[in-house]
């Protein structure tokens, strides 16, 4: 029986892309690296933001600074250019009422994550909010993910499963050795979530909400 669920944020809970991709490419313009299609930057929500700007050029020397133009817009705006996807609310709510323990599980800072949770007052459906320490410690969603279990004492991790939207939250739940929910209505494709190993599937949150209080 699943008693705890780990839900991811971007993609999950909130679709983010407008504020992510418009302050990816606010920062690569800054290394001369122009963006002219901001769906070509949907690739780099997911993983830590540290990995994205390696995969989209930037050379060593240059991510951290990289990273810091990224924050200079998405501290003052890209951090509410999102909404909460239709249906989610309902479906943390009848979690809850079902004997859900929920905590969000990103591998976003976790100052950002509570910003945003409690902006688009997600946070009061949620047992606890964790995320990243910061760029380079605790980064990785296994690192989240393992946090969680021993700040919460769980040592049965059959009875805790990963919601989220991308491979990377397989691939982290994998490392943990719990199983993953993948959801379809966020930036992953459902390929890439069966190559990773993803052992359930939920095209809408309503379908998520069923099919996790039957597990």
Excluded at 8 to 22: A, H, M, P, R, Y
Aim: hydrophobic letters at 40%; glycine letters at 10%.
């Amino acid at each position: 029986m699943i008693k705890y669920v780990l839900v991811d944020l971007d993609g999950t809970i909130t679709n983010s892309e407008e504020g992510i991709t418009k302050c990816i490419a606010y920062a690569l313009d800054s290394f001369g690296i122009g963006t002219k299609d901001l769906k070509s930057l949907r690739k780099y929500i997911g993983p830590p933001i540290t990995r994205s700007f390696a995969d989209a050029g930037l050379s060593a020397e240059q991510v951290a600074p990289g990273i810091q133009r990224y924050r200079e817009r998405y501290d003052r705006e890209g951090l509410y250019e999102a909404e909460v996807y239709d249906g989610v609310p309902e479906m943390l709510k009848k979690l809850r009422e079902a004997g859900k323990t929920l905590i969000l599980a990103t591998s976003k800072p976790i100052g950002f994550a509570t910003r945003i949770m409690k902006h688009f007052k997600m946070d009061v459906y949620m047992d606890d909010l964790c995320g990243a320490a910061s760029d380079t410690d605790r980064n990785t969603k296994a690192e989240v993910i393992e946090y969680i279990l021993e700040k919460h004492g769980i040592t049965d991790r059959s009875e805790v499963l990963m919601l989220g939207d991308t491979r990377f939250d397989v691939e982290g739940a994998n490392l943990c050795g719990i199983k993953t929910m993948g959801v379809l209505w966020g930036f992953g494709s459902r390929e890439s979530l069966e190559k990773e190993g993803a052992a359930y599937f939920a095209s809408t949150p309503a379908e998520a909400a069923e099919k996790i209080i039957n597990l």
